[in-house]
């Protein structure tokens, strides 16, 4: 079993930048799909990111497209969301999920693990 860890979060103004780790134990996840997923208050989770197992093919939401990077790290285990540009609209609890297979989409469904989240507040 796969113990993903979200780490990062904070209070920022519109306009910075954050960087969201993911840092997983108990076994490697270079074999995973990892994802990001955002949960804003009263709203469903949504998917933000994801990248498959090695690293070469990526995908975004719509509405972070141009402003977030997903990357991974296999030797070190760990996973990356680089946000620039943030809006208030971000604001939300940032989640990392490891997916069932090594390619993954926007389903909540085909990710096997998920981390506590991290929460993300941005001030306009």
């Known amino acids: 079993q796969v113990q993903l860890v979200e780490s990062g979060g904070g209070l920022v103004q519109a306009g910075d930048s954050l960087r969201l780790s993911c840092a997983a134990s108990?076994?490697?996840?270079?074999?995973?799909?990892m994802g990001w997923f955002r949960q804003a208050p009263g709203k469903e989770r949504a998917f933000v990111a994801a990248?498959?197992?090695?690293?070469?093919?990526?995908f975004y939401a719509d509405s972070v497209k141009g402003r977030f990077t997903i990357s991974r790290d296999n030797a070190k285990n760990i996973v990356f969301l680089q946000m620039n540009n943030l809006k208030p609209e971000d604001t939300a609890v940032y989640y990392c999920?490891?997916?069932?297979?090594?390619?993954?989409?926007?389903?909540?469904?085909?990710?096997?693990?998920w981390g506590q989240g991290t929460q993300v507040t941005v001030s306009s």
């Open positions: 999920a490891a997916g069932r297979t090594s390619y993954s989409g926007s389903d909540p469904a085909s990710y096997q693990y």
């Open positions: 108990r076994r490697t996840i270079s074999n995973n799909a």
């Open positions: 990248i498959n197992w090695r690293g070469s093919s990526t």
